[in-house]
T-cell receptor, first 114, second 112 residues
Framework: ETGVTQTPRHLVMGMTNKKSLKCEQH?????MYWYKQSAKKPLELMFV???????ENNSVPSRFSPECPNSSHLFLHLHTLQPEDSALYLC?????????????FGPGTRLTVT | TQLLEQSPQFLSIQEGENLTVYCNSS?????LQWYRQEPGEGPVLLVT?????EVKKLKRLTFQFGDARKDSSLHITAAQPGDTGLYLC????????????FGKGTKLSVKP
């Protein structure tokens, strides 16, 4: 596998379920990101991990819980979600270096909360 | 709050036409990137511009960074149906960790 992979690609869950999204990057990068993409809104940055340490949490509700066990893997644990949380969840990675912040995205998980 | 405005929001053209999409902000970027996203997929990086006035070409795509590094444009020559997609610009303001601010995108449809 190359690039950034995400599983599952599609997920339907009820509001009382608990599920996890997985992201894996094979690019040797040291930073990983979770974004939410909703219709008619810009991509919203949710969490940033740099060298496995969370460096940013953009006021995301606690029903979203990230985990980064190493610099290649990133999880997003979901519980008691709301219908408005339905969106495309994108993972990205980058190699942090001065002047270059190119991010490489996975294909996303299309989440539907019923 | 820093904002990136993209225009137009939607664009529908015939194959062979030329087009330009714009990305504007009131703030200065340290770098700016353009991505293309197809339905059901993640954004794919097209180019990064760093220097004011910089012009980069990628086949039929020409990217320009404004002299003041507050705006950018993407020009496509002789558009093809394969160019259809959502074009996103993303700016880095030199903030912490290199985090990007994204525009809402321009949705381009090229009809054969």
């Amino acid at each position: 596998e190359t690039g950034v992979t995400q599983t599952p690609r599609h997920l339907v869950m009820g509001m009382t379920n608990k599920k996890s999204l997985k992201c894996e990057q094979h690019l040797g990068h040291n930073a990983m990101y979770w974004y939410k993409q909703s219709a008619k809104k810009p991509l919203e940055l949710m969490f940033v991990y740099n060298f496995k340490e969370q460096t940013e949490n953009n006021s995301v509700p606690s029903r979203f819980s990230p985990e980064c066990p190493n610099s290649s893997h990133l999880f997003l644990h979901l519980h008691t979600l709301q219908p408005e949380d339905s969106a495309l969840y994108l993972c990205a990675s980058s190699h942090q270096q001065t002047g270059s912040y190119e991010q490489y995205f996975g294909p996303g998980t299309r989440l539907t909360v019923t | 709050t820093q904002l990136l405005e993209q225009s137009p929001q939607f664009l529908s053209i015939q194959e062979g036409e030329n087009l330009t999409v714009y990305c504007n902000s009131s703030s200065v970027f340290s770098s700016l990137q353009w991505y293309r996203q197809e339905p059901g997929e993640g954004p794919v990086l097209l180019v990064t511009v760093v220097t004011g006035g910089e012009v980069k070409k990628l086949k039929r795509l020409t990217f320009q960074f404004g002299d003041a590094r507050k705006d950018s444009s993407l020009h496509i020559t002789a558009a093809q149906p394969g160019d259809t997609g959502l074009y996103l610009c993303a700016g880095n303001y030199g903030g912490s960790q290199g985090n990007l601010i994204f525009g809402k995108g321009t949705k381009l449809s090229v009809k054969p």
